[in-house]
């Protein structure tokens, strides 16, 4: 029988990814769809990175690369974690990869044996329990309360603690919620963590640059947790570099290893030219960086005020990312047409066709009632996709 092997079929599509094809798919028929279902900025790569790149491709010396990065660009992501996060990350703990995704997919499948537990706060990152899935790992979600900004507290942390727990995975800020960790809740993990050494922490901080709270907080700063912690992180938020695929972590040297192990049977080294980019956007000032988080910030008011007179939309205000997460469970069993709304996922679809604007299911997330609404568009998109969801939403009776 032709069938992909088990592993594959019972994996989930990212529904993310799902609900941006389908928007396309409707574009592509001549429909005006407004897509707020990717976490992509609506940017363009700052130019004197785009420069680094044509010069270094000008010169022709595009070959294989190490599989853990080149020593250069290895060099200036040790410097930025230590001139931004004050780490002491050497050049040989870290690897580069396509991607942050590409990372994390490294890291649950070096760290996570058959039955181990991972430990993941809820709402997550759409493809977290997908990857401990394929590492045949068991996830367990602690559920963050929206009534504490969906953020865990050391007491959840501890409850959820086995003897087959073996990492915890969390971002912050936080994709889907927006939600961010002060140091004084970080730390206050860190006490439950360093509890259990035979724990490792995965700490996604890919949205470390667009962060309305001051200064980042990252969970690797503190010493009970020395040598424990995994920083993940990469180019494509806070450079709008996206498509440029290239993401790295900074961890014990054993992980860092085993990941340059892995990563040499699956992908080998990044690409030359996305490296030498990534070089030029690390090593320069970040002003264009702090350009585009004062216009997040700005389109984050915008929206707030704007999703707020929307009936049955209930929300809070993100302090970091680009996403609101509403709950929308106000619109479960009301009616469009024949058809009953009973999920997320049917009123997004519903919003998808009716409406014209992608958004995302919070189930996706972990959290079913509520749906993900990305703001990296322009302000001007973003008016109109509020005016079209609440014109659509009025109709369901």
């Not at 590409?102 to 760290?111: A, D, F, P, R």
């Not at 014209?356 to 189930?363: E, K, L, T």
């Amino acid at each position: 029988m032709d069938k992909p092997a088990k592993r594959i079929e019972v994996l989930e599509e990212s529904q993310t990814i799902a609900m941006a094809k389908a928007s396309r798919q409707l574009k592509a028929q001549g429909f005006d769809v407004v897509n707020l279902s990717f976490g992509e900025p609506d940017f363009k790569t700052p130019e004197h990175i785009r420069d680094a790149a044509k010069k270094f491709l000008d010169g022709g010396y595009v070959y294989y690369t190490p599989v853990a990065g080149i020593p250069e660009l290895r060099k200036a992501i040790s410097e930025k974690f230590q001139r931004e996060n004050n780490l002491n990350i050497l050049p040989e703990q870290i690897v580069v990869s396509t991607g942050a995704k590409h990372s994390l997919m490294n890291l649950i499948l070096v760290l996570v044996e058959k039955g181990d537990e991972v430990i993941i706060p809820t709402p997550y990152w759409v493809s977290y329990s997908e990857m401990v899935k394929l590492a045949e790992g068991t996830s367990v979600y602690v559920t963050g309360v929206e009534a504490n900004d969906f953020k865990i507290t050391p007491e959840q942390l501890e409850n959820s603690i086995t003897d087959k727990s073996r990492v915890f995975l969390f971002s912050s800020p936080c994709n889907p919620t927006g939600s961010v960790y002060s140091k004084e809740e970080l730390h206050a993990l860190a006490k439950v963590l360093a509890k259990y050494p035979r724990i490792y922490v995965v700490a996604d901080e890919i949205y470390e640059h667009i962060n309305f709270n001051g200064p980042h907080q990252s969970i690797a700063q503190f010493e009970e947790l020395k040598d424990r912690v995994v920083v993940v992180n990469g180019v494509s938020k806070a450079f709008a570099m996206t498509g440029w695929r290239l993401g790295y972590i900074g961890a014990p040297a054993w992980i860092a290893a085993a990941c340059d192990k892995l990563q040499s049977q699956f992908t080998s080294g990044t690409n030359a030219i996305s490296q030498h980019a990534a070089i030029a956007a690390l090593n320069s000032p970040m002003e264009s960086t702090k350009e585009m988080c004062e216009i997040f910030r700005g389109r984050r008011d915008v929206v707030f005020e704007r999703i707020k007179k929307i009936k049955g939309f209930e929300t809070r205000e993100p302090h970091g990312a680009f996403y609101f997460f509403p709950n929308v469970s106000y619109y479960f069993g009301k009616k469009a047409g024949d058809k009953i709304i009973s999920n997320g996922e049917e009123l997004c679809n519903y919003l998808l066709h009716e409406a014209h604007v992608a958004i995302v299911p919070g189930s996706a997330f972990g959290a079913e009632g509520y749906v993900r609404i990305s703001y990296a568009a322009s302000e001007a998109d973003l008016l109109k996709a509020m005016d079209r969801i609440e014109m659509a939403l009025n109709k369901l009776q």
